[in-house]
């Protein structure tokens, strides 16, 4: 039943319209009008580790903020029974996404990420 709630969830926001609605309800705050919503691009969001493993996260999508992309990383993770870790996998989806940024060279000139 986890299984399919988590494909439920990633096919409902990989619709841009409902990240947008998401975004936008659940963060209301005056940064959010700098988004141009019109740019939301969905990313690829399965990785390679540096020790060879292939790790796949939920859904990532980008958006110009002020000319500048920003990166909203949506983990929907559901599980049957408790994962004290869960923290750490998080963590460790965000680091990919940085490591595969740093890769690509998709860094702000002042190299912030």
Known sequence: MAQDDDASYKLLFSSPEMVRDLV??????????HLDFSTLQRM????????????????????????????????LEFQS?????????????????YQDLIRAD??????RL
Request: with cysteine.
């Open 81 to 97: 029974t408790v994962d004290p870790y869960m923290a750490v996998r998080v963590s460790s989806y965000v680091g990919l996404l």
């Open 44 to 75: 690829a969001c399965g990785y390679v580790t540096d020790d060879l493993r292939q790790r796949n996260g939920d859904v990532l999508w980008r958006v110009q903020a002020d000319g500048e992309w920003v990166y909203l990383y949506l983990l």
């Open 106 to 111: 998709a860094l702000l000139p002042d190299r």
């Open 24 to 33: 936008v309800g659940f963060m209301p705050h005056p940064w959010l009008r």
